[in-house]
Each structure stands twice: as structure tokens, then as C-alpha cells.
Nanobody, 125 residues
Framework: QVRLVESGGGLVQAGGSLKLSCAASGRTFDTYAMGWFRQAPGKEREFVAAISWSAGSTTKYADSVKDRFTISRDNAKNAVYLQMNSLKPEDTAVYYC?????????????????WGQGTQVTVSS
């Protein structure tokens, strides 16, 4: 079982940056692939980024955030991060952290059994 708690959301102007953090409980964090998803008002939850379990992590990104967002992890701190640069109003959403114990890098919602409560990111124009 993994418990996930996101933080770092807030209000930022277009073009600005935010760094989200996700703190994970549990002693086997380094065996979990981690993902970030987001859900805008009136829209379905969507994939943002994911990272493999290993220290030399492999990453995947949604096309909409590629070259602007960076996912990273620190297994010693049981944490995963999402650095968001060049933010746009369309990035406004609740951002969720998710975990799955796998060597793969899932990008679908159904692949992740563990979820955080979400953190709000609002980008003003």
C-alpha cells in the first residue's frame, strides 16, 4: 500500500513556473512507477507525465506538456516532482500523483491503483 500526498500547487501567471511535489509513504517506493495526471473543470482526467522506478529513470510525457514539464524522482526521499515551466492557462487543473508497482511506465488512468488527493494549479492569462 502506498499513500500519496501532493503539494506545491497555486496561482501563477501565464509564462510562469511551479514545481509540484508528491510525498509517498511506504518502504518500497523505489519499486513503483509514478505518474502525474490532471483534470480540468468539466473535462476527463488526463495523463501528464510518468517515470519509471529506477534511479536512471525513463520518462514519458503527454505531447501537450513535452519540453515544458519535467518529471523527476528522489527515491531516498520517497518523492516525485513535476517541474512546470512556460505555463499556459490551459494547464489549469487539479494535478494528481499516482503510483503502480511495476517496471513499466503506465500512461493510462486504469493502470494506477494508488492516487493522491490532488493539488490545484491555476494559470492566469
Amino acid at each position: 500500500q502506498v499513500r500519496l500526498v501532493e503539494s506545491g500547487g497555486g496561482l501563477v501567471q501565464a509564462g510562469g513556473s511551479l514545481k509540484l511535489s508528491c510525498a509517498a509513504s511506504g518502504r518500497t517506493f523505489d519499486t513503483y512507477a509514478m505518474g502525474w495526471f490532471r483534470q480540468a473543470p468539466g473535462k476527463e482526467r488526463e495523463f501528464v507525465a510518468a517515470i519509471s522506478w529506477s534511479a536512471g529513470s525513463t520518462t514519458k510525457y503527454a505531447d501537450s506538456v513535452k519540453d515544458r514539464f519535467t518529471i523527476s524522482r528522489d527515491n531516498a526521499k520517497n518523492a516525485v516532482y513535476l517541474q512546470m515551466n512556460s505555463l499556459k492557462p490551459e494547464d489549469t487543473a487539479v494535478y494528481y500523483c499516482a503510483a503502480q508497482r511495476t517496471t513499466m511506465i503506465p500512461t493510462t488512468i486504469g493502470a494506477y491503483p494508488y492516487w493522491g488527493q490532488g493539488t490545484q494549479v491555476t494559470v492566469s492569462s
